[in-house]
């Protein structure tokens, strides 16, 4: 049974940081490619930050380039992102989900809960 919860979710000031969390489980983040996505109010969610290779390689969507960091601990098989110089356009809720490496397709069609993150100007 696949199972993710995102957590570290938050409402900052424009500049703060946040660092999310995905615990996953049914599968080990050793074997597979993880990636972040967030969908927006009123828009369609969007790829955030993904690998290239099982907890390699690190690709970021033009907008969160230079601000957040993808990172993950195998050993306790969880997907971190840390989030820097945060926007109010950053405002959204996030998902981690399984991705095929290189892309942004997922594999299967799991989510998690997501979790929300506010940033005020």
């Known amino acids: 049974q696949v199972q993710l919860v995102e957590s570290g979710g938050g409402s900052v000031l424009a500049g703060g940081s946040l660092r999310l969390s995905c615990a996953a489980s049914?599968?080990?983040?050793?074997?597979?490619?993880m990636a972040w996505f967030r969908q927006a109010p009123g828009l369609e969610r969007e790829g955030v930050a993904r690998?290239?290779?099982?907890?390699?390689?690190?690709y970021y969507a033009d907008s969160v380039k230079g601000r957040f960091t993808i990172s993950q601990d195998s050993a306790k098989n969880t997907l971190y992102l840390q989030m820097s110089s945060l926007k109010p356009e950053d405002t959204a809720i996030y998902y981690c989900?399984?991705?095929?490496?290189?892309?942004?397709?997922?594999?299967?069609?799991?989510w998690g809960q997501g979790t929300q993150v506010t940033v005020s100007p």
């Open positions: 690998f290239y290779h099982p907890g390699g390689d690190p």
């Open positions: 049914g599968y080990s983040v050793r074997a597979i490619c």
């Open positions: 989900a399984p991705v095929m490496c290189g892309s942004w397709a997922r594999l299967g069609n799991y």
